[in-house]
């Protein structure tokens, strides 16, 4: 099985590296199950989540995301790549280039389906606006497993995310402790990300629901693309408008983002970064002390059990429909415990676009 990768700048040029080049030993892994599944108000259940050994054929995965330009989806990239590799399954990427272009996705999952793919893997770019696709999509009996950020279709087959409100959630109560109601009262600028995509309107709901009843008051949010320039921009505004800003929570992105700033600005210790999920950028942040706290949500995983889904219905084998991995908040009090290759992919890896 080969793996070729394709730089961001460099598309056209390709490298070829052996599977045994990748990690085999993720699993078993702790999970939390959804059901029933697919539910908003589902029971969530601690399971021990174990991938099939190998695949019975060399099954074409066609995997679709909105984007490569955060070393988030670098990770879910890593994840699909390796699984793909150890399972014995042909993988084909493609990447929309951001979350304000939905068609562009939709014709990319179009694509996949008429060369062949056997099952389709979506980092949805919009948490209503695949439905149409998804269902012509499903109708030709291809599985679609919905990796990450969620979608509302009712004809996926599998899902293999976290909840993102928990994400937000965990964030906004990491404040909402250190600043209980009664407390001298703190501001909170507040990035969820790009506006309308269901993973940024549940971690909204999460953070905000947390911080009710403390003494943490959130700024109005201020969404946009995850770019770094547009987040760096957003950030810049809301420290212009509201000087007296104690916290500077939202994605990933925003936080990595504004790390140069503060300290430019010589605000290290006055204002302090969240994110509301993991990336090699924030991890290395949390370990110098330059950003606070950030839940991990294990995205590597989270790619390895669609691929691992995918494989299970092709199959018709036993799978779990609505599975994620179990989140935890890293901060400087254990991130020197965290096993740092089951939620961020390896230093120096690059995006990979094909497993053949």
Known sequence: MKLTLKTAAALALATVIPASAF???WFPYPAEQVTPAFAADGKVSDVTYTPLAKAEKPWNICVSFPHMKDAYWLGVDY???DEAARLGVKMNLVEAGGYTELNKQISQIEDCVSSGADAVVIGAISYEGLNSVVKEVAGKGIPVIDVINGMSSPDIAAKSLVSFKTMGFETGKYLAEKHPAGSEPVKVGWFPGPAGAGWVEAANEGFMEAV???AVEVLEPRYG???KEAQLKLVEDVLQANPDVRYLAGTAVTAEAAQGLIRERGLKGKVDLLAFYMTPG???GIKRGFIL???ADSMVIQGRIAMDQAVRVLEGKDYMKHVGPKIFVVDPSNINDVP???ILPPDGFK???TVD
């Open 23 to 25: 990690a085999a030993d």
């Open 79 to 81: 994840g699909v790549a």
């Open 212 to 214: 009710k009843g403390s």
């Open 225 to 227: 693309d995850t770019g």
């Open 282 to 284: 924030v991890y290395t």
């Open 293 to 295: 706290a950030a839940p």
């Open 340 to 342: 740092r290759g089951n």
């Open 351 to 353: 995006p990979v676009f």
